[in-house]
């Protein structure tokens, strides 16, 4: 019989189904981000030396300052918040005292350091901060060996009053364990919010049921 003889037909009753279930298992890891925003902590929160936010895991650290210690600052609108979008109204981490209730500051700060729960590929905060000359914030990712693995810079302009900047630090694999925040500046006050790092977790494994349909031909008569 040629096999043009051969044809799959639509018509009911001349086409047969035999449905067949198929799994297939796949690793699924899906990029993450953890934040530190503050807002579980209560405003004049103080942390003498270190301390861990138990949201994203992340530890605080080596705060260099007057009083080398963390506080948590609060901070209600004001005439410029429109500067600070991602921070006010809102707590954010600061340094040297705190402003009770709805007005804020920020104290004079050479920056902190930070260690992560997970390998990450990039780390980033927002900074709050008063400048009275030009001077520039860094940021350093290290991995496991101490090595830098990522490096950010961003410019700071002199007589800036409550402005709010973003600054990160990406790394080319997800190798970064500690951070280091710092300024050369000996008159820079700043404040730091959603403090956040990007990682994959561990992977999981997702089971796919893929249903297949087999067509039965028949043959003309």
């Known amino acids: 019989m040629p096999w043009s003889n051969l044809r799959v037909s639509i018509a009911i009753g001349s086409i047969a189904f035999f449905l067949v279930s198929t799994e297939v298992r796949a690793v699924v890891q899906v990029e993450q981000t953890r934040v530190a925003d503050f807002e579980n902590f209560s405003e004049g929160r103080t942390f003498r030396s270190d301390f ?17 210690s963390f506080v948590i600052e609060y901070m209600g609108t004001y005439p410029g918040s429109a500067n600070a979008p991602h921070m006010v109204p809102g707590q954010y981490l600061g ?10 500051g920020v104290g004079p700060s050479k920056g902190f350091k930070g260690q992560l729960p997970d390998p990450a590929k990039k780390v980033g905060t927002y900074i709050l901060f008063f400048s009275e000359e030009a001077t520039i914030i860094q940021m350093l990712g290290f991995n496991d060996s101490g090595q830098i693995v990522a490096n950010s810079s961003i410019d700071v302009p002199a ?36 403090v956040s790092y990007t990682y994959l977790p561990e992977p999981a494994t997702a089971a796919l049921l893929i249903p297949l349909a087999m067509l039965t031909a028949r043959r003309r008569r």
């Open 52 to 68: 861990t936010d138990p949201v994203s895991g992340i530890r605080f650290y080596d705060q260099v300052s007057l009083s080398s």
């Open 95 to 104: 340094t040297n005292g705190y402003s009770s209730g709805p007005g804020g």
């Open 159 to 194: 007589f800036t009053w409550f402005q709010e900047l973003y600054i990160s630090a990406e790394s080319a694999n997800y190798d970064i364990r500690r951070f280091w925040l710092l300024t050369p500046s000996n008159t820079l006050s700043m404040g730091w919010d959603k």
